[in-house]
């Protein structure tokens, strides 16, 4: 079983930037495909960026150029660095995590709040 936590959401003003972070226990060897998903309010969940097997990183168009999924895979962690945050950024960020092929994610954090005021 694979567990997933995220950290780093917060509160910050327009045009400012966040780094989020997933751990993956035991081991992010376990995953094929990573991705991070964002909610926002009265809104269904989101798949924001896609980061796979061999490192390869796609984006919804709406994020494409602002942020940047990378993973780690000696400390077991996958980020989102966030930049030029807009208010539309605002909503829980999720971390989702695929043991099969076809990117069908099996594992889910919790989710970390972002906040982003004008």
């Known amino acids: 079983q694979v567990q997933l936590v995220e950290s780093g959401g917060a509160s910050v003003q327009a045009g400012g930037s966040l780094r989020l972070s997933c751990k993956v226990s035991?081991?992010?060897?376990?995953?094929?495909?990573m991705a991070w998903f964002h909610q926002a309010p009265g809104k269904e969940r989101e798949e924001v960026a896609r980061i796979d097997l061999d490192g390869r990183t796609t984006y919804t168009d709406s994020v494409q150029g602002r942020f940047t999924a990378s993973k780690n895979s000696r400390q077991n962690f996958m980020s989102l660095q966030m930049i030029k945050l807009q208010p539309g950024d605002s909503g829980m960020y999720y971390c989702?995590?695929?043991?099969?092929?076809?990117?069908?994610?099996?594992?889910w954090g919790q989710g970390t709040q972002v906040n982003v005021s004008t």
């Open positions: 989702a995590a695929g043991a099969r092929a076809g990117c069908l994610y099996d594992f």
């Open positions: 035991p081991s992010i060897w376990l995953v094929r495909c």
